[in-house]
């Protein structure tokens, strides 16, 4: 069984599934969220960016939105799935954020190792997500958002304490992408033009566009993309003003922000926030 959660303020999407969640990987595609998937009793055999990979039972890796995966076969499996908007729309930690190292640290796959006890454990919180997505009340985000960060932190400290990490063949073309989010995460507020962040790769803009060509999205859309997922957080979150917003997020006239936010959202600053206050 499929369990989703979808929070409409903002766009935020996380589900639960198994391996019927994986079929539609049968031919290798980027993957589009955040995934953790989490070989319960059996191995899984996948393939991440064209790489064959056996996850072994008792064992959970955690893939970015712009790999490549592909299931092959396998059964018993947990897949755990969540956009930025979900998770990455409240501060964390660098580690346990979606910039941590489960995520954009590195350039190997993250493979958790889970003994006897922290299997248990991990189950038992699987239990209580199982039950959060079943309950619906004005709180389950933030619940879910919670137990996210649980799983993460968990994950986190197991990789560190391990090092669970499986080394395949390095892409030149991921290892960029995932710096460019990584240096992205760490600068949208002060930087929004592309040749900052060319820059700091040691690329050309035009290289660094290339390079996002089969995405769908240019880096310039991602950065404005950060830009107003943090705005909305701070319109849902805090009871600053779209002044004080826009110069937290590095404008210095607030209709520059409102202008971007429109373009992605279809409504302004203050609709947006107009339109929390009557649906909640």
Known sequence: MIYTFKEFSTNAIFSIGNEDDLQSFNNAKQ????????????????HIDSIPFTLQPHCILALTPIQYLQYVHGKDVFVYQFNREFYCIKD???EVSCVGILFFGNTNIPVIHLDKIEQHKF???????????????????????????????????????????????KSSKIDLLRSFNFLVEQHFKTEHSVSFYAEKLFKSPKTLSNNFAKLNH?????????????????????????????????????SHLSRLFKKHTSQSPSDFKKQLKTSS
Do not use: C
């Open 92 to 94: 964390h930690d660098q």
């Open 123 to 169: 189950k038992i919180l699987h239990e209580v997500f199982i039950d959060e997505l079943e309950t619906k009340d004005n709180i389950q985000a933030e619940m879910l958002r919670m137990l996210m960060a649980r799983f993460i932190i968990k994950s986190t400290r197991l990789l560190k304490a391990k090092e669970g990490i499986v080394e395949t063949a």
């Open 31 to 46: 993957t589009e969220l955040y995934t953790f998937i989490w070989a319960n009793s059996k191995a899984i055999e996948i």
């Open 218 to 254: 240019s880096p310039l859309q991602i950065i404005h993309e950060r830009i107003v997922l943090e705005a909305k957080r701070l319109l849902i979150y805090s009871n600053k003003s779209a002044k004080e917003i826009a110069y937290e997020v590095g404008f210095d006239d607030a």
